[in-house]
């Protein structure tokens, strides 16, 4: 090892050698004598074994067995919390003897301050809950934690409340509102009668659809949707869905031909929710019931590329939105059966 190392001339960084430059010449004023510092250049570096690092190597096997694998922790926390510390120590007086006692102060003040900051926020969104504007402006409240058991998570809350034939009468002549509260009717209909999902835009008759009743014509947004699922690697991830940044999801495809892909890729426009009661002739009402939906614009696969696409003509596939003389471009989803988020790649060469 010893001969190994000899043989590489490792030398400090140039920050390094700043760095040990200042702290010398601010030690030789500190003590009154004259300093060449920084004056030799950088220092030689050799391997140093007397360092926690290799200390803790034989520590390893037997965390990894108590804890898991190494890429299931993280040491950030305790890094964070020290730079916190940092930041609290140049307000203290640096006197030795007060010093923790000071900081200890300075943290208490902190959880005093954040918890006047946690009650304002709160007293305002109770006040905006009820206004016009629905809790828009209300802070930002810390996000709630969901259950790894759980397929998909959406918050509980009706804070944002969208009169539907109101928003449908404000974008009149958009293609992508068009038969807006039939699809909609429909969608909820195939999911309450536990018809199959395969894709294909369900079809029910006037009176079916009068047979459900949208509570208040009212629908609720929401800002996000967490979906949890499996890695490739079979560890557990969660992706956050969000309309404004990241909106393209995937979910199983149910294409029967010789040429179909495993996957369908969509957009999501919008996450809500509704709350609903159903009744028959035959049978009563269950009571109103909360439906999640997402509201979707759908991409297509594109198969005009010469030489195909895939794994054996080592190519990605390409997607692009469907036409819009397509009466099926967009569409509705339940939540549950979306697999994960996905990053689509643009293809500039395209235009």
Known sequence: MKTTCEYYDTRELPQETAVR????????????????????????????????????????????RQRGTTDNYTTQPGKFEHRRLKRRYPRTSKNHATTMASMSKHEAREQVIDRIVKSLDKLACDNTEGSESGGEN???????????????HIAASSRIPVDIPGWLSSLAGDRATEDFVDRLKDHLLERILGVDYTGDPPSFSDADRDNLIISHNMMYEHQTLRVNYTTYDLRREQ??????????IML????????????????VIKIFHVNVWYYDNNASSDGIKR????????????????????????????VGFISDDDPDVFGFLDPDVVIRGVHLIPAFSLG
Not at 239 to 248: E, K, L, M, Q
Not at 252 to 267: F, G, I, K
Not at 291 to 318: C, E, H, I, K, T
């Open 252 to 267: 199983l495809s149910h294409e029967t031909d010789d040429c179909r892909h495993p996957y369908w890729y969509t957009r």
């Open 138 to 152: 209300c802070p930002r409240q810390k996000r709630e934690r969901s259950s790894p058991s759980q397929h998909y």
């Open 291 to 318: 439906m999640n939906v997402l509201f979707v614009q759908w991409f297509g696969r594109d198969n005009s590329r010469p030489g195909g696409s895939g794994f054996a003509a080592r190519r990605l596939y390409r």
């Open 239 to 248: 992706d956050t869905i969000n309309p404004r940044t990241r909106a393209d």
């Open 21 to 64: 430059g200042r702290r010398t010449a601010a030690m030789a004023v500190k003590t009154g004598t004259s300093s060449s510092a920084g004056s030799s250049g950088p220092k030689r570096k050799s391997l140093n074994l007397q360092t926690y690092k290799f200390h803790a190597l034989g520590d390893y096997p037997n965390t990894i």
